[in-house]
């Protein structure tokens, strides 16, 4: 039903930042609680940031105060503003969408985020 498409992943060097895109198409975007998890290499997936549909986030400790969740519901978009990168920061990054946290929701494809010297 809900369809999402990633971009914006890539190559940068600690302390930099990057923005990831999400890009969704399907009914009620508006309503769904977005959210922006990663996995790395041997590691279990973890929630990065969630915003829910009337504009509460949360965030995992690791990333408080360097990385940003936003959306723009005109657009369908949600975007994750990454700064001060770190290299634990590096794993695939996937775009979730749900209209309750009990509910699997709808997943992107994954973008790779590497932080490497």
């Known amino acids: 039903q809900v369809q999402l498409v990633e971009s914006g992943g890539g190559l940068v060097q600690p302390g930099g930042s990057l923005r990831l895109s999400c890009a969704a198409e399907?009914?009620?975007?508006?309503?769904?609680?977005m959210g922006w998890y990663r996995q790395a290499p041997g590691k279990q997936r973890e929630l990065v940031a969630r915003m829910y549909s009337g504009g509460r986030t949360e965030y995992t400790d690791s990333v408080k105060g360097r990385f940003t969740i936003s959306r723009d519901n005109a657009k369908n978009t949600v975007y994750l503003q990454m700064n001060s990168l770190k290299s634990e920061d590096t794993a695939v990054y996937y775009c979730?969408?749900?209209?309750?946290?009990?509910?699997?929701?709808?997943w992107g494809q994954g973008t790779q985020v590497t932080v490497s010297s």
């Open positions: 399907g009914n009620m975007f508006s309503r769904h609680i």
């Open positions: 979730n969408a749900r209209i309750q946290l009990w509910l699997n929701g709808y």
